[in-house]
């Protein structure tokens, strides 16, 4: 199914900063058609033109039939001094792109108003950041090999799962311990584990065992916190699979075909 491809900036209050960023939208879309929201978050270093790289999946997946139709946005967020994190003296990107860009998005493209969110690596932490934190405003969510830790404080995430640019976001996500909570997953999901259970958020989660980052460890604790929690999910643990290599667009397919699922059952009980 062909697509077109938006390009925009919005000025943002949050970050007070413009923002550059994508839509991807059917191109048969009737004018009037109210359509779902698929929120497309980026890795680290990157930037809402990762959208344009992904477009062929997307148009496979509405061709497919296992997507339905829907405006995917992406919003480039940098990484250092960003993270999709609200930052105590500074800007405020987990606000930007969780609240603020889709409340813009709504407006500007007539949206249904169901929402979900789909992430990689870096983009995965925030995606699962935005569903967790407020449950009932996003019907699912898509993280493949998220930048998780395996552990719940700064101070116990072993050096071995700081590599590069992870420690500095391990840093940025607060020095003291209810700081971190609430950038966290996992203090999100301890907070939150009821009412994610009671809206029935869909939450999927993937990563290679061979991960160069050492992301597999992380998404590994996040499985079992989730059983523990008795929140519903589903992992997937690639046997042999890196970061970002041959697994990537089969992995990316997994995922927007779970989304399908979702938004489908979302519509049929709304």
Not at 1 to 27: C, H, K, Q
Not at 146 to 169: C, G, H, K, R, Y
Request: charged share 20%; hydrophobic share 45%.
């Amino acid at each position: 199914m062909a697509s077109e491809l938006i390009e925009g900036v919005v000025d943002a209050r949050a970050t007070r900063t413009s923002v550059d960023y994508r839509v991807l939208i059917p191109a048969a879309r009737r004018p009037s058609e109210r359509l779902p929201l698929i929120l497309h978050l980026h890795g680290a270093m990157s930037s809402a033109a990762s959208l344009a790289h992904a477009r062929g999946a997307y148009e496979r997946a509405w061709e497919q039939g296992e997507l339905p139709p829907a405006v995917v946005a992406c919003a480039s967020t940098p990484t250092l001094g960003g993270f999709y994190i609200d930052h105590a003296s500074g800007p405020g990107w987990e606000t930007f792109v969780g609240v603020e860009f889709p409340d813009f998005l709504e407006q500007r493209f007539n949206l249904a108003g169901t929402r979900a969110a789909v992430g990689f690596s870096m983009g995965g932490y925030g995606a699962l950041k935005l569903a967790l934190r407020r449950p009932d405003a996003w019907a699912a969510v898509a993280a493949l090999c998220p930048v998780v830790f395996p552990a719940e404080t700064a101070a116990a995430v072993p050096a071995d799962n700081q590599p590069a640019i992870l420690a500095e976001l391990n840093r940025a996500m607060g020095v003291d311990d209810a700081t971190y909570a609430r950038n966290s997953v996992y203090g999100l999901l301890r907070a939150n584990h009821a009412a994610i259970r009671q809206v029935g958020t869909r939450i999927y989660v993937d990563c290679g065992t061979d991960d160069e980052f050492r992301l597999h460890d992380g998404a590994t604790y996040l499985h079992g916190v989730m059983c523990g929690l008795a929140v519903q999910h589903i992992f997937k643990s690639i046997a042999g699979a890196g970061h970002a290599d041959a697994h990537a667009l089969v992995r990316q397919a997994d995922a927007l075909r779970f989304l399908g699922d979702a938004l489908a059952a979302r519509t049929r009980t709304n």
